[in-house]
């Protein structure tokens, strides 16, 4: 079975700030591929950034990485020099070979201009 | 431009009335979701199906069915609403080759049960 926990309900940072939101999974697979997914006020889920479990360099997409500890089965995200666009929930997932994808509770995040 | 649309935005529905859910992808994607999300617990797995016809129970299918005749249309069917299935409603699909295809999202079916 696999189940991805997301502890941080919600976060607030000051624009420019950095910012990490914390995601931790379990899974029985051997390859799988781990996401962040936001949802801004529109509704509509956009991909963010996504990782190979087997893939020991961590993901990076212009601002955003993750820290992918695969021993403690933990995959934060960062968010580097916040924007204001960056307000919305975010959601980490995960996917095995079942083709099931997984979400966590997600994180509210604001950022303060 | 990728499109996954569900009918309704909003839905008003009254208790033991049987509710579908129509959602349509335009990218040929095998895979198509069905989830719920409520706040403070995320988005919790339905149903999905990676083919026609095919239908595989996510973590709640409980009072819940869907039906796979085309592979463009995915439906969610609620047999009998009841008050606890008002939530807001995500269709997504994505293609079934590789454990990284990016899965696209409609913008949702705010559903109240009354």
């Known amino acids: 079975a696999q189940t991805v926990t997301q502890s941080q309900p919600e976060m607030s940072v000051q624009e420019a700030e950095t910012v990490t939101l914390s995601c931790t999974y379990d899974?029985?697979?051997?390859?799988?591929?781990l996401f962040w997914y936001k949802q801004p006020p529109s509704r509509q889920m956009i991909l963010v950034i996504r990782?190979?479990?087997?893939?020991?360099q961590n993901a990076t997409e212009n601002r955003f990485s993750v820290n992918f500890q695969k021993a403690a089965k933990s995959f934060s995200l960062k968010i580097s020099d916040s924007q204001l666009g960056d307000t919305a929930m975010y959601f980490c997932?995960?996917?095995?070979?079942?083709?099931?994808?997984?979400f966590g509770q997600g994180t509210r995040l604001t950022i303060n201009p | 431009d990728v499109k996954v649309t569900q009918s309704s935005r909003y839905l008003v529905k009254r208790t033991g009335e049987k509710v579908f859910l129509e959602c349509v992808q335009d990218?040929?994607?095998?895979?198509m979701f069905w989830y719920r999300q409520d706040p403070g617990l995320g988005l919790r797995l339905i149903y999905f199906?990676?083919?026609?016809?095919?239908?595989e129970k996510g973590d709640i299918p409980e009072g819940y069915s869907v039906s796979r005749e085309k592979k463009e249309r995915f439906s969610l069917i609620l047999e009998s609403a009841s008050t606890n299935q008002t939530s807001m409603y995500l269709c997504?699909?994505?293609?079934?080759?590789?454990?990284?295809?990016?899965?696209?999202f409609g913008q949702g079916t705010r559903l109240t049960v009354v």
């Open positions: 997932a995960s996917r095995g070979g079942a083709q099931k994808l997984v």
């Open positions: 899974t029985s697979e051997n390859n799988y591929y």
């Open positions: 990782q190979e479990a087997y893939k020991q």
């Open positions: 990218m040929d994607h095998e895979n």
């Open positions: 199906s990676y083919d026609v016809k095919m239908k």
């Open positions: 997504a699909s994505s293609l079934l080759t590789g454990l990284q295809t990016e899965a696209f």
